[in-house]
Nanobody
Framework: VQLQASGGGLVQAGNSLRLSCAAS??????MAWFRQAPGKEREFVSG???????????YVADSVKGRFTISRDNTKNMVYLQMNSLKPEDTAVYYC????????????????????WGQGTQVTVSS
């Protein structure tokens, strides 16, 4: 099982980035993005679960609500994080995470809730 995150970079405040996470080795019904800034704990950003054949539940942290959107492409086993109106406080290493399981209406918002992690991609937002 491997999670490969990509799409990070250096941008100016107010601009956008789109992160991608490719999962290989198995199908994941729950996937999420976390981030970790220097000297801080890893925090939940957004997560999405397949709750049925074509239905989903998604959650976004209050700190990014209205600016970040999570989506997924099940045919490609990928999850995306569209980040708009970026702020300097969004600067962090962003990690893709996945949870073992099946259809569910829940999305864990803590680190122990996930079984697999990607290597992280750096996002730096300059003011």
């Amino acid at each position: 099982v491997q999670l490969q995150a990509s799409g990070g970079g250096l941008v100016q405040a107010g601009n956008s980035l789109r992160l991608s996470c490719a999962a290989s080795g198995r199908t994941f019904y729950t996937m999420a993005w976390f981030r970790q800034a220097p000297g801080k704990e890893r925090e939940f950003v957004s997560g999405i679960s397949r709750s049925g054949g074509t239905t989903y539940v998604a959650y976004v942290a209050d700190s990014v609500k209205g600016r970040f959107t999570i989506s997924r492409d099940n045919t490609k086993n990928m999850v995306y994080l569209q980040m708009n109106s970026l702020k300097p406080e969004d600067t962090a290493v962003y990690y893709c995470a996945a949870k073992s399981g099946y259809y569910t209406t829940t999305v864990p918002k803590n680190v122990p809730g996930y079984d697999y992690w990607g290597q992280g991609t750096q996002v730096t937002v300059s003011s």
